[in-house]
């Protein structure tokens, strides 16, 4: 049976809206247009398999046309996840992508992990920001490109999200669905979350943000690891969520690229935080050396959190509520105030 997942995007439009599709760069309209829909992709037959998007349908939209009702392709997505999460008790995962990740890639990516990430009991529906990364792994060349992208991806994001509050507020808690609603970072998108977070706080000055999510995942994270420390980085995220875990590994080979070639200060994926001094204590700490190897070898230890089973098993217990030490095969390491995942 083909997994039906969401899609939020500020990518160009390359096909109709009969035979949606989109490339490489920013939307013809400018990097903060974004275009909402679904598709439906199917699992692979056998464990290891490729994930392949059967369809992609694109939420029809009308704000230009003098005198004809406005529609709103981001409230006929929001309208089908709400009904869909009511109806299933489902929560949410809403995936921001990282490096070398085309529009297919990203929606392959999120399926797995509506597929992965969901158990008996706790269902979950699945949606991604799509930004334009290359989908390439050309050396040197591709990586900055994505790194600007992303960056200059952030305001979309934030729009994206204040989209969301705007039909919270709209619809009225008579009409929530009261799930739980998590977000999962990865990789170079943990760079884009840093924009849409300042994207965020612009529009809330002087106030504590709105807390949206139940968990923020940062996987893998390619950002500084002082980002949690600085409030134009990312300090002031634990206030969207009622608690943030942090993944990482020290031998997580695409951070170590990105440490050692492209100039990069040291990884919050790699090393987790520079410093626990006032790390808030809703943020949790997951290293992930033990379980991070994966197939093929091009993975370089940086795909463990939609493919080890470990991983996978570790977020469940989280998306569950237990709470940190409440979650199995795990080890606590106090000099690091951090949480060692046991291979099985």
């Known amino acids: 049976m083909a997994i039906t997942v969401y899609y939020a995007t500020n990518r160009n439009e390359t096909g109709t809206d009969a035979s949606p599709g989109f490339g490489p760069n920013f939307h013809q309209k400018g990097p903060q247009y974004l275009r909402f829909g679904s598709a439906e992709v199917q699992p692979p037959a056998a464990p290891g398999g490729d994930y392949q998007v059967v369809s992609v349908q694109l939420a029809p939209e009308q704000i230009t046309t003098p005198g004809a009702p406005q529609v709103l392709g981001s409230r006929q997505v929001f309208d089908e996840l709400r009904n869909r999460m009511k109806t299933e008790r489902a929560d949410l995962i809403l995936l921001i992508h990282g490096y070398s990740c085309d529009f297919t890639t990203a929606l392959q990516r999120v399926a797995q992990v509506k597929q992965e990430y969901q158990q008996a009991g706790h269902p979950v529906e699945a949606a991604v920001f799509s930004w334009p990364a290359d989908g390439e792994m050309i050396p040197w060349v591709s990586y900055y490109s994505d790194r600007d992208d992303a960056k200059a991806s952030g305001p979309a994001i934030a729009r994206a999200f204040l989209k ?181």
């Open 164 to 344: 969301l509050l705007d039909y919270f507020r709209d619809i009225g808690p008579d009409q929530y669905c009261w799930q739980h609603l998590h977000l999962v970072a990865h990789s170079m998108g943990n760079y884009a979350l840093r924009y849409a977070l300042q994207g965020i706080i612009a529009q809330y000055p002087g106030n504590t943000l709105p807390r949206v999510f139940q968990n923020i995942f940062l996987m893998a994270a390619d950002e500084d690891n002082d980002a949690l420390e600085l409030d134009y980085k990312m300090a002031r995220l634990p206030e969207l969520a009622q608690a943030v875990q942090v993944y990482y590994s020290a031998t997580d080979g695409a951070l170590s690229i990105s440490d050692e070639t492209k100039g990069n200060p040291d990884r919050l994926g790699s090393t987790g935080p520079r410093t626990l001094t006032n790390l808030p204590h809703k943020i949790t700490l997951v290293d992930c050396r033990k379980v991070n190897e994966t197939s093929p070898p091009t993975d370089v230890r940086h795909q463990y959190y939609r493919k080890r089973p470990e991983v996978i098993a570790d977020v469940r217990q989280v998306l569950a509520g237990l709470t940190p030490d409440e979650i199995t095969n795990r080890d606590y390491v106090a000099e690091k105030r951090a949480y060692r995942i046991r291979a099985f």
